[in-house]
């Protein structure tokens, strides 16, 4: 599973830094690793919870806390779609993980 930084999450998303680590305090959701230095490792997972807080929030015009009580009932779904859910995440985590390989490759240039 790929890690990103606050800078390359804030490149990808389009979300500024500040407003990230607003988000961490108040989804529960979403919570990168700290290495030792402080530094945060994104997961693909949190860059899924990130995303899809920004199209709440900015699509759906939800608040911040509407869009995280929507997220913690969209975890509660029926099996069914919690398996679709699964999928689609999976998905996307494979496109960050492509998207990961192509950037890096392209910083060495």
Same mark, same amino acid.
């Given at each position: 599973m790929a890690d990103?930084? @606050?800078?390359?999450? *804030?490149?990808?998303?389009g979300i500024k830094a500040h407003v990230l680590r607003y988000w961490e305090e108040i989804v529960p959701? !979403?919570?990168?690793?700290?290495?030792i230095g402080g530094r945060r490792a994104?997961?693909?997972r949190d860059v899924q919870v990130i995303f899809r807080l920004?199209?709440?929030i900015q699509e759906k015009k939800f608040t911040i806390e509407g869009a995280r009580n929507h997220l913690i009932? *969209?975890?509660?779904t029926t099996p069914h779609a919690a398996d679709m859910l699964q999928q689609i995440n *999976? @998905?996307?985590?494979? @496109? !960050?993980? @492509?998207?990961?390989?192509?950037h890096n490759s392209d910083a060495k240039k």
């Amino acid at each position: 599973m790929a890690d990103f930084s @606050i800078g390359e999450v *804030e490149a990808l998303t389009g979300i500024k830094a500040h407003v990230l680590r607003y988000w961490e305090e108040i989804v529960p959701s !979403l919570s990168p690793k700290m290495d030792i230095g402080g530094r945060r490792a994104y997961s693909t997972r949190d860059v899924q919870v990130i995303f899809r807080l920004k199209y709440l929030i900015q699509e759906k015009k939800f608040t911040i806390e509407g869009a995280r009580n929507h997220l913690i009932l *969209e975890a509660d779904t029926t099996p069914h779609a919690a398996d679709m859910l699964q999928q689609i995440n *999976e @998905i996307r985590g494979d @496109i !960050l993980s @492509i998207y990961k390989i192509l950037h890096n490759s392209d910083a060495k240039k």
